[in-house]
Nanobody, 121 residues
Framework: QVQLVESGGGLVQAGGSLRLSCAAS????????MGWYRQAPGKQRELVAV???????NYADSAKGRFTISRDNAKNTVLLQMNSLKPEDTAVYYC???????????????WGQGTQVTVSS
């Protein structure tokens, strides 16, 4: 069974920091991209940041200069360090992994359950 376990969300004041972590189960191999998305109430889910297996990163304009994505390939883990948080960063943050599950032969996308980030003004 594929599992993505997220942690690190919570309540923080504007200007504060949080670090999100997502650990993918070991039966996901050949992981290509790992990323973070978020969805605020009444809005569509949007990309926050993504990192490829080679370490190439891409950020939403709203995240540039404040958020940093990183990954540990040996642990199937992706991190999102969020600094200088703003109230508009409030959302449920989802981890997404694109990889191949043992026993299958295609790349598929797998999502975490989401973790709430709330930034108070």
């Amino acid at each position: 069974q594929v599992q993505l376990v997220e942690s690190g969300g919570g309540l923080v004041q504007a200007g504060g920091s949080l670090r999100l972590s997502c650990a993918a189960s070991r039966n996901i191999i050949n992981i290509n991209a790992m990323g973070w998305y978020r969805q605020a109430p009444g809005k569509q889910r949007e990309l926050v940041a993504v990192i490829t297996s080679g370490g190439t990163t891409n950020y939403a304009d709203s995240a540039k200069g404040r958020f940093t994505i990183s990954r540990d390939n040996a642990k199937n883990t992706v991190l999102l360090q969020m600094n200088s948080l703003k109230p508009e960063d409030t959302a449920v943050y989802y981890c997404k992994v694109r990889g191949v599950v043992v026993g299958r032969y295609t790349f598929d996308d797998y999502w975490g359950q989401g973790t709430q980030v709330t930034v108070s003004s």
